[in-house]
Nanobody, 127 residues
Framework: EVQLVESGGGLVQVGGSLRLSCAAS???????????IGWFRQAPGKEREAVAC????????YYADFVKGRFTISSDRAENTVYLQMNSLKPEDTAVYYC?????????????????WGQGTQVTVSS
């Protein structure tokens, strides 16, 4: 059974940084290397939105416009872990952040393309 476990969330002041981790395990069929790993977030009262995605096969990275230049997604394939480095955090970045894995995805930012989800980690940015 595929498991995705997020960690690294917390409370940070405006302009601060956090690094989220997504540890993946249990892949059968498609390996970790063959999956796209995405980060999504959901703030209270708002819909879940895509933040970033990395394609482990070729290292391609995709970002939502609202995080470009501030967030960086990376993957440690030896550790089956994906990271989201978040810098210059803003209050509007406050949300629960989820990582998700997709064996086959044509739209990196479509949540229904992802097969597996973690439980989420809270990020709170205080002003």
């Amino acid at each position: 059974e595929v498991q995705l476990v997020e960690s690294g969330g917390g409370l940070v002041q405006v302009g601060g940084s956090l690094r989220l981790s997504c540890a993946a395990s249990g892949f059968t069929g498609f390996t970790f290397d063959e999956h796209a790993i995405g980060w999504f977030r959901q703030a209270p009262g708002k819909e879940r939105e895509a933040v970033a995605c990395i394609l482990n096969l070729d290292g391609s990275r995709y970002y939502a416009d609202f995080v470009k230049g501030r967030f960086t997604i990376s993957s440690d394939r030896a550790e089956n872990t994906v990271y989201l480095q978040m810098n210059s955090l803003k209050p509007e970045d406050t949300a629960v952040y989820y990582c998700a894995a997709a064996g086959l995805a044509t739209d990196w930012d479509a949540a229904d393309e992802y097969d597996y989800w973690g439980q989420g980690t809270q990020v709170t940015v205080s002003s």
